[in-house]
């Protein structure tokens, strides 16, 4: 099994499963932060009415068009929130839940209507998405190596990802925590906001041919989440967001072969994997290790107890 | 057109009868009853997470029956749903993520898991309770639906007083001594067997729209709880079928997200056109306030001129107001123009100076006075300072009405000056003016 793990084609699979997640463990993090998970989830349902047409004209899953047509849709899906929810007295969530399960519906349509029996596009593929075709993917030379050509476009998206964040960090994370000290800075907190989900938009998008439309979720949150139960300090969470997404690309990608299945929900199930062992031992917040640390105070208080006696 | 009508009829008429409508319409029921509870109680998102938590427990009832039965099946994703409730509620008490982040897990990783489960077999018929199939529906299903439908809508029937109260005030709840643990695990699991429900109507994904949609339009349109649900409901049924019957038009629609459209094209126009919460109406009213609010501005300083000349001429000059106005000449003129139109002026010839009427000239000495009384009674019986109650007076003037303005004038013992030492026109005293500025008229003629 070690041997089959080992197999060329199994690392250009990781390597694909960790730039599609990387970009997303990132900005999920930050997505935690300003408790806006939820947005995420929203933007990624809705990125594909927007793929879908962007599809439609240039008919090519790889084409750039169909990342300026999900980051269209996943500004417009939040746009569509705010309007909701600002004007009447419909709570956010409600709105949320009104905004992308209609723009979801539309999507499911215009797949149907627009895009009739080209094979490229359907239904499995908007939820469970599809890596296995790395591997036989036509292969390009980039500085001396045969890369897969369909690695290429995520790494850019991831690349570029990474240096937005480092560009814009302090702004990210001053707003993320006050919005008000960061709009008396100058900086527009509207103009973040909107950026921040045209960004993700994007990274949804370039993951989607990967992970399908809502498996992309987990790659958002589960990271950050994780992150989050071991360490409170910002730096240190990205960086732990990252490692969750290469060891999860690596575990996904072994279960997948190990049960002969999907190798994106695969990624999946070992997040949520690590996911659970962080909520158990995480060194932050973990039930167990606070457990533990409430019996020493009690312990401790007895002692203390027994010594003033 | 006659005979495309007519078939449609027929058509109509045939499809009734079938399976499809029925479950359409316990979909709806269903559906629309809890998302009441669902949009007041702000766990819309909730309903969307066990909508995907359900799929590993379909995965798992299609595994462990062999022909499709749909009780296990409705057993497994009960289960899982309930499952996935009960992760979120421990993610959020034992940890400090929120519960945002912890309805985002727990939808990806249970939708995951149910995937990679799928994955690995194969399983014919899982798509449809991914995307939602009405065509597909059996008898047993139908039965399912009918039987749960009914179970749904007694117990809300039964715990309409204790869930009200629970939807608006969870500490009054405690407060009255509602068992509300044991409400909550009672209307959580009925959200979770009413997404079970609809899961074969609209699908895993879209079981949200079906919950969330038809109760939100609902809560535009009216603010009482039973109107709340008998509209949702309606909205509900109405969606699905339309739905189902768009989706009957064509090969290529599924009813699934037909019906999601179809709640969201009923949901647009409500929140367009919505009587009371509706945003045209909204701003329809607003922007009648605001012209009314400027017109009042217009008739309080043609008073004030005509005040500060101790009473002696009924016009002032455009000029005169628009330089007490700080305003342009064109936009005082304007203002003018509507005072006309409404009846409170009249134009001198040539359109230089502006001659109050008898309404126009009560309805400004009623702002003036409405303005000068509040501030009084600022400054004598709520202890403002007298450089601080103009601006309050400036908004609250347009408001005030006829009852509340003689309240205060007993209240204040009929004052004559206001905190700035000028006059409050009280009515007699208006009239009086009003006769004199007349009078001064007829002989200046």
Known sequence: MIASLLRIDNWWMITMCFLVALPCALLGAFLILRRMSLVGDAISHSALPGIVV?????GDLSSPWLLVGAAIAGVLVTF??????????????????????????????????????????????????????????????????????????????????????????RVLTLSSFDSGLAASFGYKPAMVHYTLMAVISVVVVSAFEAVGAILVIAL?????????????????????????????????VYLSVLFNGKESAGVVVAGTILFIIAWMFGPADGVIIKAIQRRNNTLEESNSKLLKH | MIIEISNFGIHLALTLGQKAPIAAICVGICCGLLGCFVVLRRVALLGDAISHAVFPGVVAGFMWSDERNPWIIFLCALLAG????????????????????????????????????????????????????????????????LGSTLIVSVLIFLFLRPFRVLSFDEGFAIGLGYPVKLLNGLFFGLLAFSVVVALQAVGVILVSAMLITPAATAYLLT????????????????????????????????????ITLVAAFIFALTYFLAPRHGVLSKFLRHSGMKSRVHRENTLKAI???????GFKAAGVGVEQLAEVRKLSFEQVSKDGQQLVRNGEASWEEGKSAIYLTSPGWRRAAEIVRNHRLWELYLTD?????????????????????????????????????????????????????????????????
């Open chain 2, 381 to 445: 019986q709520a202890d403002y300072a007298a450089d601080h109650v103009h601006e309050d007076a400036e908004k609250i003037e347009h408001i005030l009405g006829a009852d509340t303005v003689r309240k205060l004038e007993r209240d204040l013992n009929f004052p004559e000056f206001d905190p700035h030492g000028k006059p409050i026109p009280s009515l007699e005293a208006t009239l009086q003016i009003e006769r004199a500025i007349g009078k001064q008229e007829e002989t200046g003629y």
């Open chain 2, 223 to 258: 603010d009482r709880i039973q109107k709340m649900m008998g509209l949702s409901v309606l909205l509900g049924i109405i969606a699905a079928l339309g739905g189902w019957l768009i989706a009957n038009l064509d090969v290529r629609f599924q009813s699934g997200p037909m």
């Open chain 1, 220 to 252: 958002l949150i589960l990271p950050g989440a994780t992150a989050y139960l071991c360490t409170h300090r910002l730096k240190l969470m990205l960086v732990l967001s990252v490692v969750h997404a290469l060891s999860s690309s690596i575990l996904g």
């Open chain 1, 80 to 169: 569509l929130i705010e309007q909701i929810h600002r004007h009447t007295r419909i709570k956010q969530d409600a709105a949320i839940g009104i905004a992308f399960t209609s723009l979801f519906a539309l999507g499911l349509v215009l797949i149907r209507v627009l895009l009739g029996d080209k094979v490229h596009l359907h239904q499995d593929s908007v939820l469970e998405g599809n890596v296995s075709h790395v591997a036989y993917a036509a292969t390009v030379n980039v500085f001396g190596f045969d890369v897969p050509d369909s690695i290429i476009p995520a790494a850019i998206v991831a690349v570029v990802t990474l240096v937005l964040i480092m560009i814009f960090y």
């Open chain 2, 303 to 309: 008073y004030r001129i005509i005040e500060s000349d």
């Open chain 2, 82 to 145: 309930l499952l996935g409730v009960i992760v979120v509620r421990a993610i959020v008490s034992s940890t400090k993520l929120k519960s945002d982040a912890a309805l985002g897990i727990v939808l990806a990783s249970f939708f995951a898991i149910g995937i990679f489960w799928n994955s690995t077999q194969q399983f014919v018929g899982v798509n449809s309770f991914l995307f939602g199939d009405l065509t597909t529906i059996s008898d047993d299903d139908l039965w399912l639906m």
């Open chain 1, 54 to 58: 962007a599809f439609a004209f240039v």
